[in-house]
């Protein structure tokens, strides 16, 4: 008789506001963290009413109910990473570090969402400061783009990788054991850099940039497969590569998709399996 080897599968909580129209937050995350080969549990933070064109409200839920689903989850499920997304209001980000102090998983990834690809504002401005304060500097990683990185810092957004470069120092006072600072915004540039800061050191990662008008919960995706590819074991640096590979091809594919009238989604499952 044959033995069975049950393979266990890395756990990755998602902490994050719920978009209708399914191609962010939470929705994008759970489809990025199951398509790179983890398995995805999610706490809801809000209900926004959104799709490709813009986010036309935003129902938060109560810090109490978001701590009563954060300690469902850690009691009962191996959580081994967890990623933050939309946080939009003070109580809830005090409630969220809280239990993230408490439970204490492996890896945690906090992207900072502040602004919608619409341009609709996701964060009310006096919870920045909570932000800053309470949870980024429990992260291991937190991936602004440069519209969030210029609210965090208080700073005009970059135009360019010079003014990128010279936001490294005030992003590292942040707190956070690394800084990946996106440079997506910048469409003039042939290629797409990120940069990957530590207290020590920068990478550089570019990619071609992908030419597609699909670029709904790119930011959301990035940090949930980062968050799964940590939670499978690799460091950091691998982590951020796998999942900047991952978004690359789901933003190459995004347009065999057809989806809403406005800034369409990724294609999270370009590949038809699980592990992309």
């Known amino acids: ?8 599968t890395p756990i990755v909580l998602t902490i994050a506001g719920s978009d209708s129209g399914g191609g962010a937050g939470i929705q994008a995350d759970i489809k990025a963290i199951s398509a790179t080969g983890s398995y995805a549990c999610s706490v809801l933070t809000a209900l926004t009413a959104q799709n490709t064109q813009g986010v036309t409200g935003i129902y938060p839920v109560t810090p109490e109910f978001v701590e009563q689903q954060l300690d469902a989850v850690f009691t009962d499920l191996n959580v081994v990473a967890v990623k933050v997304g ?3 209001d003070s109580n809830v980000i005090k409630a969220v570090a809280g239990k993230i102090r408490q439970y204490q998983p492996k890896h945690l990834v906090v992207d900072p969402v502040m602004v919608a690809t619409s341009g609709d504002l996701l964060l009310e401005h006096s919870a920045i400061d909570t932000l800053k304060s309470e949870l980024l500097p429990l992260a291991d990683v937190i991936t602004p783009n440069l519209p969030e990185a210029a609210a965090l810092l208080n700073v005009e957004v970059p135009s360019t ?3 990128m470069d010279e936001l490294v120092t005030q992003l590292r006072e942040l707190g956070a054991k690394s800084v990946l600072l996106k440079g997506g915004h910048l469409e003039n540039e042939e290629q797409s850099t990120d940069l990957l800061i530590d207290d020590s050191s920068v990478i550089r990662l570019s990619t071609a940039r992908v030419a597609t008008n699909n670029t709904h919960g790119t930011g959301c995706t990035l940090s949930s497969a980062t968050a799964s590819y940590l939670a499978q074991g690799e460091s950091l640096n691998q982590a951020v590569q796998q999942a900047k590979n991952y978004i690359t091809q789901a933003l190459k594919h995004a347009d065999e998709l057809d989806i809403g009238k406005g800034y369409g989604p990724v294609h999270h499952f370009f590949d038809g399996h699980q592990n992309a």
Do not use: D, G, P, R
């Not at 008789?1 to 266990?8: H, R």
């Open 1 to 8: 008789m044959a033995s069975s080897i049950t393979k266990i």
């Open 86 to 88: 939309m946080l939009s």
């Open 161 to 163: 990788e010079k003014q």
